[in-house]
């Protein structure tokens, strides 16, 4: 192994201070000998020179002074540990030696310590190791069971490493179910038009037989199916949410007695038949829904027959509910019944087991504020791994998502953040974060992605695998190159 530096100083049980002979960046590993366990993981964690020049002397170097700086590469790293007999990782139960050499780790203790695994039946291949050629593969089941946060800032990568992600789970055969504000996904049918290269082995495919494309205004998004909810299985409570009428000791009892009137004359009733037995109807109350129930009507969501829930989640595939175009309120309002439908459902096991991903996930579950959609999405954080129904959130601002929710996500694919707020915010969700680690999220390149979870015990990092499919999210041009 290849020598890069000695310890030296005070030596913790999970930390030790080297002085440094070889390049070497931080993030790297390290291997050090154990004199009980043998050969152990750590990693460099942070790298700083130190020299005898001072402020003064600074200002007076000329060039030919270059030689004269006498200056030390000083590293601190991270102890990870070592497998034992039983398979299990481990801390040394002494500290290193100081004195003692730090080699650079060669990729057998690295995958062995890692836990990193090649070809799995439940693995999911998001990259490679940074500067290694060991895949990283995420565990499926840990993903559904216990839901997934991708951050990162705005042109971060953030749709292009869940695109990856989403390839990964229609190979397997996971029901997906994928809220897309922008109209993003729709490209995971077309295979890539270029090529990943041969080193992380990845071929162009499309997934067009496993994608279904609906949307509640097909005038915006023509490839999608129409998506609708319908009047006759919608409770009045429920349509209070639609109408965003929070009071309900004030508008249910007056609601319950329009509908019940239209009922009784018209039993295939629509939202407009509603509305004409509000106008007609006196008071404030009346006149209040009246005006709600016009809301209702013009967004065309409730109709006498809704989109059938065995269209929308299909065992295996991938349902894209593209809301390109629509209106916030009208966004909040989907999601709020769909995530509802899907909950209840699940609960019942009247649909598979299935993985709910929300795009711009801080507008549907915001930290301050309400959106209609907030409750039915902390239920599902809080309780839907018990049911099978996994939970994704994708934000560019995790400091404006709900903490509640983000706090429930034990794996995280985290690209680069620079925001403070943000980076707070991240460092609070996630045990086992180092400073080190936190500051280097704010440099990472594009393409380059920290992962905790997801079936591994130490964060990594990991370089992002080309997609096998096209992209639907790069930025648009607006001035020719």
């Known amino acids: 192994m290849e020598e890069v530096g000695r310890i030296f100083g005070d030596v913790g049980l999970g930390q030790f201070s080297l002085s440094l002979t070889r390049p070497i960046e931080r993030g790297d590993y390290l291997a050090v000998e154990d004199e009980l366990h043998g050969r152990v993981l750590c990693q460099l964690d942070d790298l700083k020179r130190k020299s005898d020049l001072d402020l003064e002397h600074a200002g007076q170097l000329t060039p030919a002074d270059d030689g004269v700086v006498h200056e030390n590469l000083l590293g601190e790293a991270r102890i990870i540990g070592y497998r034992d007999e039983q398979g299990l990782v481990k801390l040394p139960t002494m500290p290193f030696r100081p004195g003692a050499r730090a080699y650079r780790a060669e990729e057998p203790l690295?995958?062995?310590?890692?836990?990193?695994?090649?070809?799995?039946?439940?693995?999911?291949?998001?990259?490679?190791?940074?500067n290694h050629n060991l895949r990283v593969e995420l565990d499926i089941n840990q993903l559904v069971q216990r839901h997934v946060s991708v951050l990162a800032k705005t042109g971060g990568g953030k749709s292009y490493l869940l695109g990856v992600l989403i390839e990964e789970l229609l190979r397997h055969k996971v029901t997906c179910v994928i809220i897309d504000p922008h109209g993003e996904y729709g490209s995971l049918r077309n295979p890539s038009e270029k090529s990943g290269g041969p080193r992380f082995g990845v071929q162009a495919q499309g997934f067009a037989r496993q994608i279904h494309e609906y949307s509640p205004d097909v005038s915006l998004n023509p490839g999608a199916?129409?998506?609708?909810?319908?009047?006759?299985?919608?409770?009045?409570?429920?349509?209070l949410v639609f109408m965003g009428l929070t009071n309900?000791?004030?508008?249910?009892?007056?609601?319950?007695?329009i509908i019940e009137r239209v009922g009784a004359t018209t039993p295939d009733f629509t939202v407009h038949d509603l509305v004409r037995a509000a106008e007609a109807t006196e008071g404030a109350a009346a006149e209040t829904?009246?005006?709600?129930?016009?809301?209702?009507?013009?967004?065309?969501?409730?109709g006498p027959v809704g989109t059938s829930l065995n269209d929308l989640v299909q065992k295996g595939d991938a349902t894209l509910v593209n809301l390109r175009g629509v209106a916030p309120d009208v966004q909040e309002l989907v999601v709020a019944r769909l995530a509802t439908t899907l909950f209840d459902n699940r609960k019942k096991e009247k649909i598979p087991p299935l993985f709910l991903v929300i795009e711009e996930a801080h507008n549907f579950a915001p930290q301050q504020g309400a959106a209609t959609c907030s409750r039915i999405l902390k239920n599902i954080a809080s309780e839907g791994r018990k049911f099978g129904?996994?939970?994704?959130?994708?934000?560019?601002?995790?400091?404006?998502?709900?903490?509640?929710?983000?706090?429930?996500?034990?794996?995280?694919?985290?690209?680069?953040?620079?925001?403070?707020?943000?980076?707070?915010?991240?460092?609070?969700?996630?045990?086992?974060?180092?400073?080190?680690?936190?500051?280097?999220?704010?440099?990472?390149p594009v393409g380059t992605a920290l992962i905790t979870g997801g079936g591994y015990h130490t964060p990594l990092f990991c370089e992002v695998r080309p997609r096998a499919t096209r992209h639907g999210g790069e930025s648009v041009q607006i001035v020719a190159a």
Request: one cysteine or more.
């Open 289 to 302: 829904l009246h005006e709600r129930l016009e809301y209702v009507e013009q967004t065309k969501l409730l």
């Open 389 to 444: 129904l996994g939970l994704c959130v994708v934000t560019q601002r995790a400091a404006r998502i709900d903490k509640s929710v983000l706090s429930q996500c034990n794996t995280q694919l985290i690209l680069q953040v620079t925001n403070p707020l943000d980076l707070r915010a991240i460092a609070q969700s996630i045990e086992g974060l180092t400073a080190g680690m936190t500051e280097m999220i704010q440099s990472l």
């Open 225 to 239: 199916k129409p998506l609708t909810f319908s009047l006759r299985h919608t409770d009045p409570r429920d349509l």
């Open 248 to 257: 309900v000791k004030t508008f249910l009892g007056p609601l319950k007695e």
């Open 110 to 130: 690295i995958a062995e310590v890692l836990g990193l695994k090649h070809h799995t039946n439940t693995g999911a291949y998001v990259g490679l190791l940074r």
